[in-house]
């Protein structure tokens, strides 16, 4: 078997590997360079379209935030309206119950004077009554005589309605 | 579902034994084919066969053969790399593919511009021919690269290009190039011109040639140092060259490993600084807006 020169120049070999290397180019371009690429910008597509419904779910979510603030707020005002007009409705309520309380207690605190000072009237006059019998009796034992009830209760009364007087 | 998985394992382990079965064949083919001899002997590629052509005889030796053998496995490297592709779960390899590509793709870009995107898969295809060409010597082989049919092949292509791009503003543009910055500079330039491919292409089959060359030679000398030292005493020891073993390896490591993906990374830098700079990018710019323009008026 022969070997070629070390150094020989050959047309038709040069020329078969200028074509090996467009070959390899080809070979290289559609079996690995295309199904790469296409798979990179597929992944982009995909984390391009993930960002994008990031950004819009952060969008909802945020709009959404704000909606719920303004609601918090109104609630709170609405709030603080129902617990000014439950005060002053139980201020106005209380006023009252303490107004009628006073007024009753009043009412008791008079009918109770009157009552006192009817029952002094009835004591006073029942005293009156009884020192006059009393004295009736004593007077009839001292003077070891009937007298005249009738006489006397007279004289007794004035005086006794003498001392009731000076007692006041 | 496991019957899916088992038929993609099964193509997994074809794609591979195809990308291992040219490799096989080459050995096979320079085993059966190559003469055996102890001579020292530097010698070009086995010539299989002869094809009667116009102008020359076109034989076909190892290097045709061997670049062939290459293609055939880049072929099926490529496969098995792009075998699975998937956007959202990435194999093992389709990482590896990715960065091989970006890789690639950032070499061009930083050296050429965004003009030239298209050039990624041709600068990776140059790469990768010469890589694997010029490591074809680590099973033994003969590397493509070292017959200069080869790499003139390239560098014709590369010098094509060139001319294409030079030639995008008009031939008329082009051949004014020449007479940059005087005119009377104009031999030097075509010279210049002209011994672009050709000491692209002799840059590369030298390195690689002048490689092997001195790895033989280095053997050879290995040899001769050990019967000049042992070769006194009689039997096994006498005869058995000890110094051959671990230096050539070691050598092999930079002429063959080294050196073979440098001349292979400077080829390509070569390609594409060439291609970049001879193309007048501002002229044809300019070209274009005005043909725009005119087609505007013209609308």
Not at chain 1, 159 to 167: R, S, V, W
Not at chain 2, 107 to 117: A, P, T
Not at chain 2, 119 to 145: D, K, W
Request: contains cysteine; hydrophobic residues 45%.
């Amino acid at each position: 078997m022969q070997s070629s020169d070390v150094i020989s120049i050959n047309i038709w070999q040069v020329i078969i590997s200028l074509l090996n290397l467009l070959i390899l180019f080809l070979i290289l371009k559609k079996f690995l360079y295309k199904p790469v690429k296409n798979i990179l910008a597929q992944r982009q597509q995909m984390v391009d379209e993930n960002f994008e419904k990031a950004k819009k779910a952060e969008e909802d979510a945020l709009s959404a935030k704000a909606s719920y603030e303004e609601k918090l707020a109104g609630a709170k005002a609405e709030a603080d309206e129902i617990l000014k007009k439950a005060n002053k409705r139980a201020e106005r309520k209380s006023d009252k119950i303490v107004s009628g309380a006073k007024a009753k207690a009043d009412d008791i605190i008079r009918q109770a004077q009157n009552d006192a000072r009817l029952e002094k009237q009835k004591a006073q006059s029942e005293i009156k009554h009884e020192i006059t019998e009393v004295s009736t009796m004593i007077s009839e034992k001292i003077l070891e005589r009937e007298i005249k009830p009738a006489d006397h209760r007279d004289f007794i009364n004035s005086f006794i309605e003498k001392i009731g007087e000076n007692d006041d | 579902m496991k019957s899916e998985e088992r038929s993609f394992r099964i193509v997994d382990a074809l794609l591979l034994l195809m990308m291992i079965i040219p490799f096989l064949c080459g050995i096979a083919l320079h085993v059966m084919f190559k003469p055996s001899s102890d001579d020292i002997e530097i010698a070009g590629a086995l010539i299989f066969f002869t094809i009667k052509m116009p102008f020359q005889d076109l034989p076909i030796t190892e290097s045709q053969v061997n670049s062939w053998l290459v293609i055939i496995a880049v072929f099926f490297l490529c496969l098995f790399l792009t075998h699975g592709l998937s956007a959202t779960k990435p194999t093992r390899r389709q990482h590896l593919a990715e960065m091989a590509i970006e890789l690639a793709e950032n070499l061009v870009h930083s050296n050429m511009g965004d003009y030239f995107s298209g050039f990624v898969p041709f600068v990776a295809a140059i790469m990768v021919l010469s890589v694997f060409s010029s490591l074809l010597t680590l099973i033994g082989l003969y590397p493509p690269t070292s017959d200069f049919n080869v790499v003139a092949g390239w560098a014709l292509l590369v010098f094509i290009l060139i001319t294409y791009y030079k030639m995008k503003c008009g031939p008329v543009h082009y051949l004014k190039s020449f007479g940059d910055p005087v005119p009377f500079l104009a031999p030097l330039n075509i010279i210049s011109e002209v011994a672009t491919p050709i000491s692209m292409a002799f840059r590369h089959y030298g390195n690689v040639l002048s490689g092997s060359v001195i790895s033989v030679l280095v053997a050879a000398g290995l040899q001769g140092l050990t019967k000049l030292a042992l070769g006194r005493i009689e039997g096994f020891i006498g005869e058995f060259p000890f110094f051959q073993i671990g230096i050539p390896a070691i050598l092999s490591i930079y002429f063959d490993l080294f050196s073979g993906c440098l001349q292979a990374f400077i080829f390509a830098m070569l390609t594409m600084l060439y291609i970049a700079t001879g193309f007048p990018e501002d002229d044809y710019k300019e070209k274009m807006k005005k043909k725009k323009m005119k087609l505007q008026k013209e609308n």
